[in-house]
Protein backbone atom coordinates (compact mmCIF):
# COMPACT_ATOMS: atom_id res chain seq x y z
CA UNK A 1 0.00 0.00 0.00
CA UNK A 2 1.26 3.57 -0.98
CA UNK A 3 1.34 6.34 1.61
CA UNK A 4 -0.94 7.88 -0.75
CA UNK A 5 -3.31 5.29 -0.17
CA UNK A 6 -2.67 4.65 3.61
CA UNK A 7 -3.57 8.50 3.66
CA UNK A 8 -6.72 8.04 1.76
CA UNK A 9 -7.66 4.86 4.11
CA UNK A 10 -7.08 6.92 7.46
CA UNK A 11 -9.40 9.62 5.68
CA UNK A 12 -12.43 7.20 4.64
CA UNK A 13 -11.98 5.65 8.55
CA UNK A 14 -12.13 9.40 10.03
CA UNK A 15 -15.06 9.65 7.56
CA UNK A 16 -13.37 13.45 5.97
CA UNK A 17 -13.39 14.19 1.94
CA UNK A 18 -9.56 15.38 2.31
CA UNK A 19 -6.40 16.51 4.38
CA UNK A 20 -4.17 19.75 3.62
CA UNK A 21 -0.29 18.52 4.64
CA UNK A 22 1.40 21.18 5.20
CA UNK A 23 3.54 20.23 8.43
CA UNK A 24 7.49 19.42 7.55
CA UNK A 25 7.87 15.75 8.66
CA UNK A 26 4.01 15.07 7.41
CA UNK A 27 4.84 16.38 3.76
CA UNK A 28 7.65 14.65 3.90
CA UNK A 29 5.95 11.51 5.14
CA UNK A 30 3.24 11.52 2.41
CA UNK A 31 5.46 12.38 -0.63
CA UNK A 32 8.82 10.65 0.26
CA UNK A 33 10.68 13.52 -0.77
CA UNK A 34 13.34 14.59 1.78
CA UNK A 35 13.45 18.73 2.62
CA UNK A 36 10.16 19.61 0.91
CA UNK A 37 8.19 22.69 1.11
CA UNK A 38 4.70 23.13 0.01
CA UNK A 39 1.23 22.15 0.09
CA UNK A 40 -0.37 18.86 -0.10
CA UNK A 41 -4.19 17.52 -0.43
CA UNK A 42 -5.12 14.38 0.08
CA UNK A 43 -8.48 13.21 -0.96
CA UNK A 44 -10.46 9.82 0.43
CA UNK A 45 -10.58 8.57 -3.01
CA UNK A 46 -6.55 8.38 -3.33
CA UNK A 47 -6.45 11.17 -5.51
CA UNK A 48 -3.32 13.43 -4.18
CA UNK A 49 -1.63 17.12 -5.48
CA UNK A 50 1.15 18.53 -4.18
CA UNK A 51 1.85 22.53 -4.52
CA UNK A 52 5.27 23.56 -4.31
CA UNK A 53 7.53 26.45 -5.59
CA UNK A 54 10.12 26.70 -8.67
CA UNK A 55 12.92 25.35 -5.68
CA UNK A 56 11.35 22.50 -5.98
CA UNK A 57 9.30 21.24 -9.35
CA UNK A 58 11.50 19.74 -11.46
CA UNK A 59 12.72 17.01 -8.02
CA UNK A 60 9.20 16.73 -7.17
CA UNK A 61 8.20 16.52 -11.09
CA UNK A 62 10.57 13.67 -10.98
CA UNK A 63 9.81 11.75 -7.82
CA UNK A 64 6.45 12.48 -6.48
CA UNK A 65 4.39 12.44 -10.07
CA UNK A 66 5.29 8.65 -10.54
CA UNK A 67 3.86 8.31 -7.42
CA UNK A 68 0.23 9.08 -8.58
CA UNK A 69 0.71 12.83 -7.03
CA UNK A 70 -0.41 15.82 -9.85
CA UNK A 71 2.60 17.92 -9.10
CA UNK A 72 1.68 21.85 -9.64
CA UNK A 73 3.85 24.92 -9.22
CA UNK A 74 1.16 27.91 -8.67
CA UNK A 75 1.80 30.75 -10.77
CA UNK A 76 3.82 33.76 -8.72
CA UNK A 77 2.05 35.38 -5.96
CA UNK A 78 -1.19 32.75 -5.49
CA UNK A 79 -0.98 31.53 -2.29
CA UNK A 80 -1.23 27.53 -1.39
CA UNK A 81 -4.43 28.61 0.44
CA UNK A 82 -5.74 29.48 -3.39
CA UNK A 83 -4.57 26.27 -4.53
CA UNK A 84 -6.01 24.01 -1.89
CA UNK A 85 -9.72 25.88 -2.37
CA UNK A 86 -9.71 24.83 -6.08
CA UNK A 87 -9.09 21.13 -4.77
CA UNK A 88 -11.85 21.65 -2.53
CA UNK A 89 -14.46 23.28 -5.07
CA UNK A 90 -13.22 20.53 -8.00
CA UNK A 91 -13.54 17.67 -5.60
CA UNK A 92 -16.99 18.63 -3.80
CA UNK A 93 -15.10 18.52 -0.30
CA UNK A 94 -17.22 19.20 2.80
CA UNK A 95 -14.50 18.31 5.28
CA UNK A 96 -11.36 19.18 5.14
CA UNK A 97 -8.83 17.74 7.74
CA UNK A 98 -5.88 19.76 8.92
CA UNK A 99 -2.43 18.97 11.22
CA UNK A 100 -3.85 20.84 14.59
CA UNK A 101 -0.50 18.83 15.80
CA UNK A 102 1.53 21.13 13.48
CA UNK A 103 -0.23 24.00 11.98
CA UNK A 104 0.60 27.34 13.14
CA UNK A 105 -2.66 29.39 14.33
CA UNK A 106 -1.46 31.85 12.00
CA UNK A 107 -1.98 29.55 8.75
CA UNK A 108 -4.91 28.13 10.23
CA UNK A 109 -6.52 31.24 9.98
CA UNK A 110 -5.56 31.51 6.36
CA UNK A 111 -6.87 28.02 5.98
CA UNK A 112 -10.19 28.85 7.48
CA UNK A 113 -10.26 32.14 5.42
CA UNK A 114 -9.24 30.65 2.15
CA UNK A 115 -11.55 27.08 1.84
CA UNK A 116 -15.38 27.00 1.81
CA UNK A 117 -15.61 23.82 3.76
CA UNK A 118 -14.86 22.98 7.66
CA UNK A 119 -11.86 22.31 8.59
CA UNK A 120 -11.59 19.39 11.07
CA UNK A 121 -8.57 18.17 13.35
CA UNK A 122 -7.06 15.67 12.72
CA UNK A 123 -4.72 15.06 15.39
CA UNK A 124 -2.15 12.35 15.64
CA UNK A 125 -3.03 10.51 12.54
CA UNK A 126 -0.17 11.58 10.60
CA UNK A 127 2.15 10.13 14.07
CA UNK A 128 -0.07 6.74 13.74
CA UNK A 129 0.79 6.50 10.46
CA UNK A 130 4.50 7.12 10.24
CA UNK A 131 4.92 4.43 13.20
CA UNK A 132 4.60 1.90 11.14
CA UNK A 133 8.19 1.68 8.76
CA UNK A 134 8.12 0.37 5.64
CA UNK A 135 10.54 -1.83 4.51
CA UNK A 136 13.12 0.86 2.73
CA UNK A 137 12.93 2.67 6.12
CA UNK A 138 13.48 -0.50 8.29
CA UNK A 139 16.70 -0.80 5.94
CA UNK A 140 17.83 2.35 6.19
CA UNK A 141 17.66 2.00 9.96
CA UNK A 142 19.63 -1.07 9.93
CA UNK A 143 22.07 0.81 7.66
CA UNK A 144 22.62 3.83 9.70
CA UNK A 145 22.78 1.44 13.12
CA UNK A 146 25.58 -0.92 11.05
CA UNK A 147 27.37 2.83 10.26
CA UNK A 148 27.15 3.81 14.05
CA UNK A 149 28.50 0.67 15.25
CA UNK A 150 31.65 0.58 12.87
CA UNK A 151 32.44 4.08 14.03
CA UNK A 152 32.19 3.21 17.68
CA UNK A 153 34.61 0.25 16.93
CA UNK A 154 36.83 2.28 15.26
CA UNK A 155 36.79 5.00 18.51
CA UNK A 156 37.28 2.08 20.83
CA UNK A 157 40.81 1.93 19.91
CA UNK A 158 41.68 5.54 20.46
CA UNK A 159 39.62 5.69 24.26
CA UNK A 160 42.45 6.10 26.96
CA UNK A 161 43.43 8.44 29.84
CA UNK A 162 43.97 11.94 29.13
CA UNK A 163 42.46 12.09 25.77
CA UNK A 164 39.52 14.62 25.96
CA UNK A 165 36.09 14.41 24.08
CA UNK A 166 37.17 16.85 21.51
CA UNK A 167 40.37 15.15 20.60
CA UNK A 168 37.84 12.04 20.15
CA UNK A 169 35.53 13.93 17.88
CA UNK A 170 38.75 15.57 16.05
Known amino acids: MTR ?3 ISAMLRERQL ?8 DNLVYATAMPGLEGAAV ?17 DATNRVAPMGWHVVMPE ?3 PYTAC ?5 RDKGVNSLAFEDLKMTYAEYQKYLAAVSCSLVP ?10 VKEQEEVDCIEKAQRIAEKALDELY ?4 PGVTEMEMAG
Open 4 to 6: LEK
Open 17 to 24: DAVVVTGG
Open 42 to 58: VAADGEGWLFTDSRYIE
Open 76 to 78: VGR
Open 84 to 88: VEQVV
Open 122 to 131: VGNAFELLRE
Open 157 to 160: GLIK
